[in-house]
């Protein structure tokens, strides 16, 4: 995963490294995938699925929460030993830069309210 997304952080044929305003949105974006792939793996029901016991749905739910907090306590916050820590890290950092670097924007309507200038 770190591999692939320092690739992404690079301008192809420049030899140069992505703004950090155009790659934290790679980040964002694989980050938000990664949370989507990992709820999915712990909250899919399968098809199989009969309901009707409630006490064993219960059960069942238990499991899959305990089985999503455990996978996002070792990988997906940071502090962890995790390619994920890293990705975080590089969130923020690409974050922090973009906030300090970017300029004033100014933003105003058009007086007929049709154009965002």
């Not at 989507?36 to 899919?44: A, S």
């Not at 006490?55 to 089985?67: G, I």
């Not at 590089?90 to 906030?99: E, H, S, V």
Request: hydrophobic share 35%; net charge negative; charged share 20%.
């Amino acid at each position: 995963m770190v591999h692939f997304l320092a690739i992404a952080s690079i301008k192809e044929n420049q030899y140069q490294y992505l703004e950090p305003k155009d790659y934290t949105q790679i980040l964002a974006a694989f980050q938000h995938t990664i949370h989507m792939i990992v709820l999915h793996h712990c909250f899919d029901i399968p098809e199989n699925h009969q309901p009707g016991n409630q006490e064993h749905e219960r059960q069942e739910h238990e499991e899959r929460s305990t089985k999503f907090c455990s996978i996002r306590n070792s990988c997906l916050v940071i502090g962890t030993q995790s390619p994920m820590d890293t990705i975080l890290r590089w969130l923020r950092y690409g974050l922090g830069i973009n906030k300090m670097t970017r300029g004033n924007e100014a933003v105003e309507w058009s007086e007929d309210m049709t154009v965002l200038r």
